[in-house]
Every structure is written in C-alpha cells, then in structure tokens.
C-alpha cells in the first residue's frame, strides 16, 4: 500500500462503439466486469477509501457491481471529456495531497507491476506529472507524445493538430498519469473547452505544467498490449482470451493438469488445488474452488462451486452455486442447481438433477432422478426415475429421506413426506404420507391379469 496515494478511475462513459445498451465497463472479461480488473489492480496499491470511480452512464448498475469492493463515487451525469471527469472527483477524492493516478474503467489488462513502475518513475524523477506512453506500428487515431531526449513530455498532440512531421511519430499517449496531487486541483480548472468538441481534455494538463515551468515525463512502456482500451466487442474478445491463457498458465505452473487448456474457460477468482485434472471444454466459473486431485470432465461447467479433494466430476455435468465433498462422484450428464450439498463419498450419476438437496455421506442416485428441495440421510439409495413433487403450485415443499433408506425405482414422493431411516419404498410407488422405520411402503394397485384379452382385441379391430 503506497501512503497518501488516491487512484481516480474514470468509467462513466457509455461507450457507443460496443454497439450495446449496456454501459461498457459493464461487458466481462474473464469472468470479471472491465471495472472491476481495474479496481482490483488500484486496490494493491491504496486502501478502499482512496479510489474513487467517476460513473455516469448506468451508475447505479456500477455501483452495485462495486458495491463490495468499499470503493467511493463520484457522479458525471453528462460526459463532458476527461478532464471535467477528473473535476467531478474534487470533492470526492479523501484530500487533495499526496500522489494522484489517473486510470480508466475500459483499461482492464493493465498490471500492478506496471502501476508501481509507473510510481516509481515519477517519484524517483521528482515530476510533477508522469504519463505512461507506448509504441505503436500504426498510431493513426492516437494522440502523439512529443519527448526530448531526456524523456521529458513536452506536448501531446492529438491526430486532428498534428503536422506532417508530428503524425510521423510513433510514441502515443496512453492516457494514463501520476499526479502530484496539489498542483493538478491547483490548475484543473484552468483547462479550457475544446472548440471542436465543447469538451474539457485532460491532456491539456500537459501544456499548461509545461508553461507554469513543472516537470512533465514521459515512461515508455514496452507492452503496447497491456494498455489496451476495449471499445468493441471483437476487442473485448480479443482481451477475455488473453485473461484465459493468463489464468490456464498461472494454474498449469502451480500443478494442474489442463488437457487442451486452448479450449477451456477459467474465471479469474477460480482457484484450483495441485493435480486436479481439467479436461478439454470444461468451464470452471465464478468463485469456484477445487481442492486437489480432482477430476473435472470434458465439457462440465461449475459456476460458484465448493468442491473438495479427489471428488470427480463426469464430463458434460453442470453445477452451480454447490458445495461438493471428499471423493464425491458427478455424472456424466448431471446437473445441479443451486443451494446443493452433496457430502462425502456420495453419488450423483447420469441424469439425475438436484435443487436445494442434502445428500448424504455415502447415498447414491444413479440414474435419471429428479430431488428438489430435500434432505437424503447416509448411505440411502434413490433409484431410476424417482421424483421429488416438491411444488404444489404455490409453494415448495420438503422431502426428507433417513439413513439406509431405499427408494425403488420409478417412485414418485409427494412432499411434505417423510421416509425413515431403513424403510424401503417398492418400486413404482407413489408415496404421499409418512413411511415409519424399517418399514416397507407400497403405493400402486395390485397387478391384475386378463387372459385373451389382447386377441379379443385384435379380433375386433379386424372386422
């Protein structure tokens, strides 16, 4: 944490070439908000109550996706350039000394490493301004940075000003900056309305330091990639990929095997323990967090998962918001929905669903099952095709099953119902009142056999 440091991040424009209603620091990349890598990034170098986030367009979607973080806000309720964005934050930023840096909510591939490079620079040169800029083979678009030789940043010129000779230059400004905090509030208001745009640039902060005699540098940075901004969905893809082989490299060099990691999806806040296998198209989402020796199969997707040591996942299953024991075995093919606890050595096997269910220590579900809404005690058997009626139309109702218990196959439980311990349903039964312990409940009518009655049928349909 570097003291007296206040990060202003600026994420309140609507971002019209995404071509979407929704605000663009809103759009994900792996598996975070745009506004949220960036927020991460400046809350390793300050504490919460020194970053504040200037919104505007959809601020309250903002500042619900932020809400956790203990950031602070301040409002621009019409952009009017970067500058004005940074004059929104006067009253919203803890005080006014200290360092000032300046970042953007659509800049998310940005490092910490990088940030505290960039602090460094400026305080080891004694700027009063220190501005990140990079070489591109193509700078059309960018605003050129102007340097001498001892990397002092004599003007930024954007495309539209420059001369021939100006356009030639390759170094570009990234917009991103260090501040000595008093003298940019000394002279932000000093910056003057664009006459093309009728807006307020930051970069206009250049000119007027250069000409009250500061000291403005600029830092080459090597990675034109990092300080990418995202303005289009083909971007946005383009970095979401860059944040998958980041991540897939990050969990293959602490001892997770990934088959094809090319084709997998790993959220950032994913955390995987050492020698778990992940099999090609698995998709491991959200706060995930797998403990070691885990198998998850080709094509399963876990989102929000709890999932202990040595449990296997069968490919093509999809859990969400579950919490999974030791040595506990999934699918293929299973789902759960949210608010699951399958507990050790359990098993839920192909086609069986569960919602809001507790499953036992050591119970089994086989096959082609739907439990919602249940509690199923140990080492209990569910057979194939049984099925928990849990709503009535209105309201959702409890299954509870006891320890032992066996459920036949093709069983259909009416809840509220209970099963105790031991008892043993016959298969095909629909049960709608309490099953006592150690007993054998029978719901279905006796077989009955009609002799000829199929020919007799035959017969009278051919005439």
Known sequence: MKPNLTVVILAAGLGTRMKSRKAKVLHEAGGLTLVEHVVNSALALTSPDRVVVVVGHQAERVQEVLTTAGVRFAIQP??????????????????????????????????????????????????????????????????????????????????????????????????????????????????????????????????????????????????????????????????????????????????????????????????????????????????????EECVIGAGSILKNCQVAERVEISPYTVAQDSRIDRGATIGPFARLRPGNHVEENAHVGNFVELKKTRLGAGAKAGHLAYLGDSEIGEGSNIGAGTIFCNYDGSKKHTTKIGEGAFVGSNSTLVAPVEVGPGAYIAAGSVITHKVPEDALAIGRERQAIKEGWARKRREMRSK
């Not at 940074?86 to 803890?94: G, K, Q, S």
């Not at 301004?129 to 010129?157: C, F, M, N, Q």
């Not at 289009?232 to 893809?237: G, R």
């Open 78 to 291: 019409e952009q009017k350039g970067t500058g004005h964005a940074l004059e929104v934050c006067r009253t919203a930023v803890p005080d006014h000394d200290g360092r000032l840096v300046v970042l953007y909510g659509d800049c998310p591939l940005l490092s910490v490493g990088t940030l505290e490079k960039l602090l460094a620079d400026h305080e080891a040169s004694q700027a009063a301004a220190t501005v990140i800029t990079t070489e591109l083979e193509d700078p059309t678009g960018y605003g050129r940075a102007v340097v001498d030789s001892d990397r002092s940043l004599k003007a930024i010129v954007e495309e539209k000003a420059a001369t021939a000779d100006q356009k030639k230059i390759r170094e570009i400004n990234s917009g991103i900056y260090s501040f000595e905090a008093p003298l940019v509030w000394k002279h932000l208001s000093e910056i003057k309305p664009n006459p093309a745009s009728n807006e307020y640039y930051l970069t206009d902060i250049v000119d007027l330091f250069n000409q009250s005699g500061y000291k403005v540098r600029a830092l080459l940075h090597s990675d034109a990639d990092e300080l990418l901004g995202i303005n289009t969905k083909l971007e946005l893809a383009l970095v979401d990929n860059i944040f998958r082989e980041r991540k897939s490299r990050e969990l293959m060099l602490a001892g997770v095997t990934i088959r094809r990691p090319e084709t997998v999806l790993i959220d950032s806040k994913v955390q995987v323990g050492v020698d778990s296998i992940i099999e090609p198209f698995a998709q491991l989402l959200g706060s995930t967090i797998l403990g």
